[in-house]
């Protein structure tokens, strides 16, 4: 039930909470899955009852985790945002935590407030799997050259029409454009980690970007090759998309 809400004793509280996505379909309600945002306004609601309006920072999908994720709920229950920190965890499963909890204006909106997010891509590079990544990492036995892809992924900075690395559906429509502010690709021991800056994210982008990293890795898309394909802004030029196993949203940046 959604309530009409005067700004007489209205609050604005923004949560900041980590999530493993393994279990999870997403942030996003759905009808016949479980989703971050069900579970968490669960909790929600045996402590301040249907006394709220929540936004969410971002849609992620199933299989993706967050390493930071934010949440704007506005209500008019007087419980300080601390305590309903610590409340939260109490009611949350395990894997879901809230980091934070301050108050902010009623102007604020986890989502539209936000100037950029950040995600990184982990890929274990190893012939053999390590057990304990997985639905936490890609997987990727044959050699990858960190700095070749990281050289070829320059071409992803800046402010370019993303159609070629977007999964068409009713969720995107108008301006295709976003601005890349950075994307890196670097290996620790077996683990390579591609980190991604942008003010805003097309859906599947960054698991279409991967894919296509992934691709010129095989020889399969040339090394300069990039540029190309966002040029063609169709989606049959870029590469797959990675599965979302190896997907954190980072960080929020407002």
């Not at 923004?14 to 009808?31: E, P, S, V």
């Not at 977007?166 to 890196?184: A, P, Q």
Request: hydrophobic share 35%; net charge positive; with cysteine.
């Amino acid at each position: 039930m959604q309530h009409i809400y005067t700004e007489r004793d209205l609050r604005n509280i923004k949560l900041t909470i980590a999530y493993d996505g393994k279990h999870l379909h997403g942030w996003q309600i759905q009808k016949n899955a479980l989703t971050v945002q069900e579970v968490f306004q669960n909790a929600l609601e045996k402590i301040i009852g249907n006394d709220y309006d929540l936004k969410g920072c971002s849609r992620t999908d199933s299989g993706v985790h967050a390493n930071m994720y934010c949440i704007s709920v506005k209500t008019h229950h007087p419980i300080p945002a601390q305590r309903l920190k610590a409340a939260l965890n109490r009611w949350l499963p395990d894997n879901v935590a809230v980091l934070d909890g301050e108050e902010v204006s009623l102007d604020f909106h986890a989502r539209y407030s936000c100037k950029s997010k950040e995600y990184i891509y982990k890929i274990w590079n190893d012939e053999v799997r390590n057990p304990f990544l997985n639905g936490y990492a890609l997987h990727y036995r044959y050699k990858l050259d960190e700095d070749m892809l990281n050289k070829a992924a320059a071409a992803y900075v800046g402010k370019h029409d993303f159609s070629s690395f977007c999964t068409l559906d009713n969720r995107e429509t108008g301006d295709m454009c976003r601005t890349v502010k950075k994307f890196t690709v670097t290996r620790d021991g077996s683990m390579v980690t591609m980190c991604v800056e942008a003010d805003g994210f097309l859906y599947n982008m960054v698991r279409i970007m991967v894919g296509t990293l992934l691709r010129i890795q095989q020889g399969k898309i040339p090394v300069d090759g990039i540029n190309d394909i966002i040029e063609k802004k169709n989606r049959k030029f870029a590469g797959p998309t990675a599965p979302a196993c190896g997907l954190y949203l980072n960080k929020v940046n407002y």
